[in-house]
């Protein structure tokens, strides 16, 4: 196929195209042709286009050609509107298993030091034991509570010092 030559008397901006894409449609021959397209938008478009193709006629041309190429080798263009908006993305990553290592664990043992066996009471430390004189319960007792179990009739020392 011969390459159309393109004729001075059609092209203010002397455009020339590439032998690729659509060539095959490629008269050779520009001529003015009419369309319709809303004042706005055609006022926003015409300064790009001149900023980027030179002139609003190179700039349709490379749509046209583009459509034309784009439908021919089965590229469909989409007709949604608004954006599609993703909810959520779900990355699911299958990691190799490594290789067994064997960290040695340093175990802490905390103990607990006892507190008064009074309700309520957390004090320490313990100072003494009592014994019920009813029950025969015994309680280990801080230091306040051995104060007051002292002068109590109900409540006998079993031990007085550091428990």
């Keep these: 196929m011969t390459k159309p030559t393109t004729n001075q008397n059609d092209s203010i901006t002397n455009v020339h195209f590439s032998e690729r894409g659509a060539y095959k449609y490629l008269s050779g021959v520009r001529e003015p042709i009419a369309v319709r397209i809303d004042t706005g938008l055609y006022q926003a478009f015409k300064p790009v286009a001149k ?7 190179r700039a349709i041309e490379v749509y046209i050609t583009t459509l034309i190429e784009a439908t021919e080798k089965g590229v469909h263009f989409s007709n949604t509107e608004k954006p599609i908006n993703i909810e959520k993305i779900v990355i699911e990553r299958n990691v190799r298993v490594r290789r067994a290592l064997e960290v040695e664990e340093e175990t ?3 103990v607990a030091e006892p507190c008064c066996d009074f309700a309520m009471c957390s004090r320490r430390p313990l100072v003494a034991v009592f014994r019920d004189v009813e029950s025969g319960i015994e309680k280990k007792v801080c230091r306040y509570h051995a104060g007051n179990l002292r002068e109590h009739p109900k409540w006998q020392v079993v031990s007085d010092g550091s428990v």
């Design 51 to 57: 900023r980027v193709y030179g002139s609003v006629c």
């Design 108 to 110: 802490v043992v905390k």
